[in-house]
């Protein structure tokens, strides 16, 4: 499988292209930073072609290279069907961009995504688990087809050491620890690729992380 993090804008926010290992189409999960960074992540996806673009959830820092990377790449957006409509308002209550002097916003969603939906490019599929807490509409990534170890692309739910805030608009920090005992369910080699900063395992987080689940 194929997986690139590419680290864009002011909150350092890892953006994923995830394909097969046979040149297959690209999913992009996070087109963070701003517009320009359309071209850098199409380069990355490179000679694949992106078919769908995946946020994990609304925020302003996650998505500010969506509408370009749309109209060039002519992909799919895909979102939480809770988080959808927070996505095209930079509004407290939207992408929350305003409450720190940004304006990024997405278009509509094509594609609303619930618990379970899943998400195929070439042989690799992505099943979607909704893992609230961070955000309402909050959602991790999980690959399912069949290779080991599993990876799953986690958003600001779970962080290397850390978990994500749950002091913005629509955060629940009782939703959030339902999120993370769900994601201690998964095998301690499954490779956690987090919204921000370093990969991780379920594994390492099980034994370091104080507000993951031990058991």
Not at 119 to 136: C, F, K, Y
Request: aromatic content about 6%.
């Amino acid at each position: 499988m194929f997986v690139e993090r590419i680290v864009l804008g002011e909150l350092q926010t890892n953006c994923w292209v995830v394909a097969d290992d046979s040149g297959g189409p690209a999913i992009v999960i996070d087109p963070a930073g701003h517009p320009p960074d359309a071209e850098r992540i199409m380069l990355s996806a490179a000679p694949r072609r992106v078919c769908a673009v995946v946020l994990t959830h609304a925020h302003f820092d996650h998505l500010g290279a969506a509408p370009a990377l749309l109209e060039a790449s002519g992909a799919c957006l895909a979102v939480h069907r809770i988080d959808a409509p927070r996505i095209t308002t930079p509004a407290a209550e939207g992408t929350g961009g305003a409450l720190f002097g940004f304006t990024d916003v997405a278009p509509p969603a094509e594609r609303l995504l619930d618990d379970g939906s899943r998400i195929e490019a070439g042989s690799i599929t992505l099943e979607v688990w909704s893992t609230p807490g961070h955000t309402e509409g909050s959602i991790s990534l999980l690959t399912s087809h069949g290779e080991r170890p599993m990876h799953l692309f986690s958003g600001d739910t779970l962080f290397a050491s850390s978990v994500g805030r749950t002091d913005f608009p629509g955060g629940d920090a009782g939703a959030l620890q339902r999120s993370l005992a769900r994601i201690a369910t998964l095998a301690d080699e499954t490779v956690v690729h987090p919204g921000h900063g370093p990969d991780t395992t379920v594994g390492r987080e099980r034994r370091v992380n104080p507000f993951f689940p031990r058991a």
